[in-house]
């Protein structure tokens, strides 16, 4: 069965004390969600112990927005997916264009950072897009078609089952430019095709695949209403609970 998600990436901002009032009151508010949504939050590593906390008796999860590509050991300044299953984290979104475009995030090292979130019992959530440069040359299928293979194709229908694909179009990230609900609908429809070319069409029913880039409350129901979207990777719009809840009833 697919499931529906709305995940909040606060990416580096709030403080700990912010981040746990804003874990607090989505908990508090998500009571009034329908059963088939899950809601996630992922904030700054800092923030995760105490946000865990501020989520306890709720359905919200927590998700990291990264880990390391080594198990353990000499790595300073890395977070290890053990460290993170640790503190009650389920989820971890990995590949960020952020991380990609500014810390060398490559297509290996992602394939690393998901055996280990896997083998962790971590669920991923990997995100993959287009920059604009991409999409004017109209190579944005190409683009995410082999991002999409160069991760999931390492791995077997089992382990899908806990990975979740976010499109996020780099040009639409934290511009107000949202990707129109046609041009997001016809790449997550490719990435299903993707993922049923390897996988069978089973697998690539129940995958959830977000999308990610300027969704706010106002665009939210136009998007979710295709067929295959099936939820939203906010950034700007999940530092707020009500636009935060309010994008999670827009299904
Ligand atoms: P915005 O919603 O701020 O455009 O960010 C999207 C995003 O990058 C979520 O991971």
Known sequence: MRKYIVAGNWKMNTTVPEGVALAKEVAQKAHSLPANVELIVAPPFTHLACV????KGSAVALSAQ???DHEKGA???EVS?????SVGCQYTILGHSERRQYYGETDEKLVEKTRLALEAGLKVILCVGENLDEREAGKHFEVVTAQTKAVLYNFTAEDLM???IAYEPVWAIGTGKTAT???AEEIHACIRTVV?????KEVADDMTILYGGSCKPSNAKELFAEPDIDGGLIGGAALKA??????ATSF
């Open 242 to 247: 009500d636009d935060f809840i309010a994008i």
């Open 81 to 85: 997916v053990k460290m993170l299953t």
């Open 196 to 200: 049923a070319e390897k996988f069978g």
């Open 75 to 77: 790595y300073t300044g």
């Open 181 to 183: 609900a046609a041009q």
């Open 66 to 68: 990264n880990c390391a």
């Open 162 to 164: 806990h990975v979740v």
């Open 52 to 55: 865990a906390d501020a989520l």
